[in-house]
């Protein structure tokens, strides 16, 4: 194995890393009105992701600056080519992360509504468009010999992409509420658990739909078979002890399925990173589309210093923030920094 496939790799577990912990917290945010109901209920919500949602990011962050590092030309026709979907992410996390910090500062209902609104609806777009990107990118997109898009907009709109936004939005809807199955309790707690139930069933469904498709259409490598059935073990584990009330180990098989699906992705694609619809040598490649050797010895080098840090901080801020919540612990006025005239 070359240093440009270890860095295919580890933006696979980078990748990995952020679905498993955003994809919780964009659960949380889409069931703002279904679980919290309540105002003190939408207060456990927010509090039960607020210490750790920003530091999930960094897994994506870091993700994007390893695929720019390690292969240019990827990052290039990726973020021209899917300049809409990306833009519409990024104004949908800015969105979120704008109306967590703010939607306390004012006691005023109406200010509370529309930040709730506003963390609602960028949850739901991320949810829904990372799936699609990923299923258009494992799918093959239309490319030219100089490696540059050449379709629209629309061509990413296809049933196979459409389904896969469906897939990553059942799992995070399952994933967020069963996050907060561990996180709280009381009415938050029983809202949350009877949630768990059919969610996890519906990607349990939409999961294997899409999942065979993909390796039936577009994965050349038997082994992502392998990939396949750790997802869908995984999937049926979460749908099976969420029933079970047994959510530290719905969790987890949730966790594992996002593994499966994520090397299944990977696996498919491999060796290209980005397979051409015009023609097959047009594509990108780990080969074509890497940076210099001295660029990626420096990149392992900064890696393997710095990952272990990043990873102890998250693991010691997860155990600090680690007790469950209930409306029971929201005290009756927020300590607000301002207040409406």
Do not use: C
């Amino acid at each position: 194995m070359n240093l440009a496939d270890f860095w295919f790799i580890l933006i696979a577990v980078l990748w990995t890393g952020y679905l498993v912990l955003e994809g919780f917290d964009f659960g949380v945010g889409m069931l703002m009105p279904i679980v919290g109901k309540t105002a003190k209920g939408k207060r456990v919500l927010i509090n039960t992701i607020g210490p750790v949602w920003d530091g999930n990011e960094v897994w994506l962050l870091t993700a994007g600056g390893a695929t720019f590092a390690a292969f240019p030309e990827w990052y290039a026709t990726l973020f021209s080519g899917f300049y809409l979907p990306l833009l519409l992410i990024l104004l949908a996390l800015i969105v979120r992360a704008v109306a967590i910090e703010y939607r306390a500062k004012i006691n005023d209902e109406n200010w509370r509504n529309r930040w709730t609104l506003a963390i609602v609806v960028s949850s739901w777009v991320p949810s829904i468009l990372w799936g699609v990107a990923f299923a258009n990118i494992v799918r093959g997109v239309p490319i030219d010999e100089t490696f540059t898009y050449t379709g629209g907009f629309f061509n990413l709109l296809n049933p196979f992409a459409l389904l896969g936004g469906l897939v990553t939005l059942a799992i995070f809807l399952s994933h967020g509420a069963i996050f907060l199955s561990l996180k709280t309790s009381g009415a938050v707690f029983d809202r949350a658990k009877a949630f768990a139930k059919p969610a996890s069933l519906a990607a349990v469904v939409v999961g294997a739909v899409w999942a065979v498709w993909l390796q039936l259409a577009y994965s050349e490598n038997a082994w992502t078979w392998g990939a396949l059935l750790v997802a869908a073990i995984g999937l049926i584990g979460a749908a099976w002890y969420s029933r079970a009330d047994r959510f530290g180990l719905a969790f987890t098989f949730n966790a594992l399925a996002i593994v499966g699906a994520v090397v299944l992705i990977f696996g498919s694609l491999y060796p290209d990173v980005m397979p051409s619809t015009t023609d097959a040598a047009f594509s990108l490649t780990v080969d074509n589309a890497r940076s210099s050797h001295t660029t990626l010895v420096v990149m392992t080098w900064v890696a393997g210093i710095f990952t272990p840090l990043v990873l102890a901080y998250q693991a010691w801020s997860y155990w600090v923030f680690r007790r469950r919540l209930s409306e029971d612990h929201m005290p009756e006025h927020n300590e607000l920094t301002f207040t409406k005239n």
